[in-house]
């Protein structure tokens, strides 16, 4: 897949911006702050209906206004397509796609994207939440109808969690509130269904995943990806002992029997705190490297190993399944934060790939195997070497 033109209206800082992009390596240089990782985000919010950087959508929208615009027209070979979202402030964000309505989740079928950001050390090293972000973007990407069982599950989770704190305010002991069994049928259906895809998910990960460390990191340290599943027991989310998920990829049935169980035991205890305990909410992604947790184990450069090797391998998985050809391959400001090795390494493995997108605040951290069209961006202005310019107003970015 090409992105061949990026349009943007009142997205972060720019009041509008348009982008040329070209087969090959594509650089974005310019100073902190003057809006190239913005140019990324649109992308790939495309792809993945979500943020690398924020969690919800209303910091993307341009300050004093109700909406912003992301608009790309994509080549998937010889078709072109051309998708655009609006996203609101308020209300639900709106899609089009060759000019027609449609539902925001068919968006990630046109668009594959991998993002490669300082950000992504927050995966290995920060709270579970960061895990379970990057492997549901990458089950969006790779099953778009994931989106939807998300977001439903999502909901059902609010609404269950307020119907808890509901009862823990009134007083009602776990055998009065049968209402809740409704809404335990509804968590326990999506619920499995998103546990299932992410054990799917992991156990196609592996291989690519320990080719990716070992080019990476020019060493086999035998890295490993495991769900802990609080269907089986502890919590992950506060630091209790959990089980790696011992289940099999394909037994759906048998994680609901465990999801089933898990919430009837606990239910006392989610009515006594008003939280709902138990679902993959609640799980984390445990990565390992020389059989030890990579969090609190590796050291820095293991650490930046490993999430790099969880982007190229994510690289690799859309490029076997994707008929649209390899995902744009983005490199968000990475470079500045690895040394000179890993720096030639991911260059050498990602500059293969039929589009790269590589922002910089100084253009020599850039590999020269990367360095082809150069474009310049400036208090939101982009500039290269044809005459085509898009203004806007400063804001980090």
Not at 383 to 392: I, L
Request: glycine share 8%; net charge negative.
């Amino acid at each position: 897949m090409i992105v061949e033109h990026l349009n943007l209206v009142d997205f972060r800082n720019y009041a509008t911006a348009d982008l040329t992009l070209h087969p090959g390596p594509n650089v974005l240089v310019g100073r902190n702050g003057q809006g190239k990782t913005n140019l990324a985000e649109a992308i790939v919010f495309l792809a993945t209906l979500g943020s690398h950087r924020v969690s919800t959508d209303a910091p993307m929208v341009r300050d004093g206004h109700d909406s912003a615009v992301i608009r790309a027209r994509l080549a998937h070979g010889r078709r072109t397509v051309l998708v655009e979202v609006q996203l609101n402030r308020q209300g639900s964000n709106k899609a089009r796609i060759n000019g027609s309505p449609a539902k925001t989740n068919e968006l990630p079928r046109y668009a594959h994207v991998v993002l490669f950001a300082p950000e992504d050390l927050q995966i290995v090293r920060g709270d579970p939440s960061s895990r379970r972000r990057f492997a549901d973007q990458l089950l969006i990407q790779r099953a778009p109808r994931m989106a939807g069982v998300i977001a439903d599950y999502d909901r059902v989770l609010r609404q269950r969690t307020a119907l808890l704190k509901s009862a823990r305010a009134r007083g009602i002991r776990g055998e009065g509130l049968s209402t809740l069994d409704v809404w335990d049928d509804k968590l326990v259906a999506l619920g499995s269904e998103i546990i299932h895809a992410r054990l799917r998910l992991a156990s196609d990960l592996q291989q690519p995943l320990t080719a990716a460390y070992s080019d990476i990191a020019g060493a086999d340290h035998r890295p490993l990806l495991d769900w802990a599943l609080s269907v089986r027991g502890g919590d992950p989310e506060e630091g209790a002992l959990a089980q790696e998920s011992g289940v099999s990829q394909d037994a759906r049935g048998e994680i609901q029997d465990l999801f089933r169980a898990a919430l009837l035991e606990r239910r006392a205890k989610e009515i006594e705190r008003g939280l709902t305990l138990v679902g993959p909410h609640r799980d984390d992604l445990i990565l390992r490297v020389r059989d030890l947790p990579v969090k609190g184990y590796a050291s820095h450069g293991e650490s930046w190993s490993v999430a790099l090797a969880l982007r190229l391998a994510s690289a690799e998985l859309l490029r076997a399944e994707s008929p649209a050809g390899d995902p744009v391959l983005i490199l968000d400001d990475v470079f500045a934060e690895l040394d000179a090795d890993r720096r030639r390494r991911l260059a050498d493995l990602t500059a293969g790939y039929e589009q790269v997108l590589v922002t910089a605040a100084v253009e020599e951290d850039i590999p020269e195997v990367l360095h082809r069209h150069v474009v310049r961006i400036h208090a939101g202005t982009i500039s290269d070497d044809r005459p085509s310019t898009s203004s806007g107003e400063e804001d980090a970015g």
